[in-house]
RNA sequence: CGGGGUGUAGCGCAGUUUGGUAGCGUAUCUGGUUUGGGACCAGAGGGUCGCAGGUUCAAAUCCUGUCACCCCGACCA
């Protein structure tokens, strides 16, 4: 039954991963290592999360804007511990048609130098302020291991920088915008995530703070899928970013960035899809609903697509010569939430078929139903469904440890998220890397810890979620 | 950067040991018959065998070099 062109995820999970984007023709390889052609079914999927997020974030009172690509040398290197953190992933330009420059110019792996040289010529008062500006671009990182959505060298993202007059606020936006991805996640992914705070070895470099969300996938692997960070006053004062205050004096700007990316369409695969390809949620399936018509049934079928397309769901009719067979298996490897099939033998009993791709249930539904209401009902149990599900595997990988030796028990048989007490040293976080790559993913600000450091058995300062991530 | 592997039709592969006309499956195209879980028959098109050099009457095959990609480590927002 299941797609023979598919590994089955409990077989080969990497194989698998790499077969679905195939099959679901989200994107192909290009001609340079670590850079894809996104392909019609993938940007679809991008496209949708795009226009949610967008709105999202223009409720919050933010506007876009865009800055340059290519950032000189001289303002990379201001803020002392960005580059740091970039440096050995950044690409150069160094040549203009035959002419070398005299000052090399990076190809942006994230904007905040652009942002802050721009707000350091703007922002004068703190009638300015705040700047709450994102931006829809991609970037470049010249990353070692690739793959397709979950780590590759150039990437699409969006990422937002705000700048404040005070700490409290640019704390409180900071706050706001994980939040803000926290719902994007459960309520349009489906996909159940942990938030809190990165440690001082994992925060992005040249924050104060760096705060995250952490999803878990199929496998037990946790990914990173989006951060907020608060950078006090450190890129203002390393960009001159200054405002005259309501003293009248002369103040340091307070600011934040906050991004998610392609990665998410990595996420959404690894969550929910299975052996017979890709699954989506309806809410961000950029195609919701596909007709399938066996025999003389046009009538019937353009009745139908009528009603729900006049619904504002998103659907199509499968016309193509293809067997119904494989339209079936052309609906399921390509993720679309509801198949209703139209067919001259259910219509002789008054009925059609309608098949869920998140169960492959199939329902015999009597054609005098309100079918604009029955799909629309069908769509929140798949998406709710999609989420439960997510969530009860989460809470069933999500193991407690009171010390080293449990750690390893854990990750070695079934990887999943941990929770531990932790002292704070980075010499005791290190440590645990040589438990299968195990990495701190962020600490639960809200719960206190209970038990000594895994590690050193001393005083714990956080309670810590580890995990091995992607 | 270290260890291992692979480059042959769009995709998946055989052929390399032992040198001798470039093959198979699938996809594509044409015609016909089909349609309730990846239809069938007949025909057709498609190749710098990763690249460069060498050995040879003759190289996908042997030798040398080189490049790319994949996996495992290391490294890494």
Same mark, same amino acid.
């Given at each position: 039954m299941k797609n023979e062109f598919i590994t089955s995820r409990d077989v080969d999970f990497a194989k698998w991963y790499t077969d679905v984007v195939k099959a679901a023709k989200l994107c192909d390889y290009s001609n340079v290592k670590g850079c894809v052609v996104f392909e019609p079914a993938g940007y679809a999927i991008w496209e949708k999360m795009q226009a949610v997020l967008d709105n999202m974030f223009k409720e919050t009172g933010h506007q876009n804007v865009y800055m340059p690509m290519l950032i000189p040398e001289s303002l990379m290197k201001k803020e002392g511990e960005l580059i740091e953190g970039f440096a050995p992933e950044v690409a150069w330009v160094t040549y203009g048609g035959s002419k070398e420059l005299d000052e090399r110019l990076c190809i942006r792996p994230t904007s905040e130098t652009l942002f802050s040289d721009y707000f350091s010529n703007v922002v004068k008062s703190y009638r300015d302020l705040p700047l709450k500006y994102n931006q829809w671009c991609s970037v470049m990182r010249w990353e070692k291991t690739t793959r397709p959505f979950l780590r590759s060298r150039e990437f699409l993202w969006q990422e937002g920088h705000t700048v404040h007059s005070s700490q409290k606020e640019a704390e409180e936006e900071t706050r706001q915008m994980l939040n803000i991805y926290k719902k994007f996640f459960e309520e349009y992914l489906a996909i159940p995530v942990i938030t809190g705070k990165k440690t001082e070895k994992e925060k992005f470099a040249g924050a104060e703070y760096s705060l995250t969300i952490e999803a878990l996938?199929?496998?037990?692997?946790?990914?990173?899928?989006?951060?907020?960070?608060?950078?006090?006053?450190?890129?203002?004062?390393?960009?001159?970013?200054?405002?005259?205050?309501?003293?009248?004096?002369?103040?340091?700007?307070?600011? +934040?960035?906050?991004?998610?990316? +392609?990665?998410?369409?990595?996420?959404?695969?690894?969550?929910?899809?299975?052996?017979?390809?890709?699954?989506?949620?309806?809410?961000?399936?950029?195609?919701?609903?596909?007709?399938?018509?066996?025999?003389?049934?046009? !009538?019937?079928?353009?009745?139908?697509?009528?009603?729900?397309?006049?619904?504002?769901?998103?659907?199509?009719? !499968?016309?193509?010569?293809?067997?119904?067979?494989?339209?079936?298996? !052309?609906?399921?490897?390509?993720?679309?939430?509801?198949?209703?099939?139209?067919?001259?033998?259910?219509?002789?009993?008054?009925?059609?078929?309608?098949?869920?791709?998140? +169960?492959?249930?199939? @329902?015999?539904?009597?054609?005098?139903?309100? @079918?604009?209401?029955?799909?629309?009902?069908?769509?929140? !149990?798949?998406?709710?469904?999609?989420?439960?599900?997510?969530?009860?595997?989460?809470?069933?990988?999500?193991?407690k440890a009171e010390n080293v030796e449990q750690m390893k028990k854990i990750i070695e048989n079934n990887p999943g998220f941990i929770i531990a007490d932790w002292c704070g040293s980075e010499e005791c976080e290190s440590s645990l890397r040589d438990i299968n790559g195990l990495k701190s993913r962020c600490i639960l600000e809200d719960e206190k810890p209970d038990h000594n450091c895994v590690v050193c058995g001393k005083k714990s300062k956080y309670r810590v979620v580890w995990g091995i991530q992607y």
């Open positions: 996938m199929y496998n037990g692997v946790a990914l990173q899928s989006g951060t907020s960070h608060y950078f006090g006053q450190k890129f203002s004062k390393a960009y001159d970013i200054n405002f005259v205050n309501k003293d009248n004096k002369l103040e340091f700007a307070y600011q +934040t960035s906050w991004g998610v990316t +392609t990665r998410m369409i990595g996420a959404l695969i690894m969550v929910h899809s299975d052996d017979f390809g890709l699954v989506l949620p309806p809410k961000i399936a950029p195609k919701q609903v596909v007709i399938v018509p066996i025999g003389n049934v046009s !009538d019937v079928v353009s009745k139908i697509y009528s009603l729900l397309k006049n619904a504002g769901i998103s659907v199509y009719v !499968d016309n193509s010569e293809k067997s119904p067979g494989f339209k079936f298996k !052309d609906a399921e490897v390509n993720g679309i939430p509801i198949r209703i099939e139209v067919g001259e033998r259910d219509l002789e009993k008054n009925i059609y078929t309608v098949a869920r791709r998140d +169960t492959h249930e199939k @329902i015999n539904v009597n054609c005098d139903i309100d @079918i604009v209401s029955y799909v629309n009902f069908l769509m929140d !149990d798949i998406q709710n469904n999609l989420y439960n599900r997510a969530k009860d595997r989460r809470d069933k990988m999500t193991y």
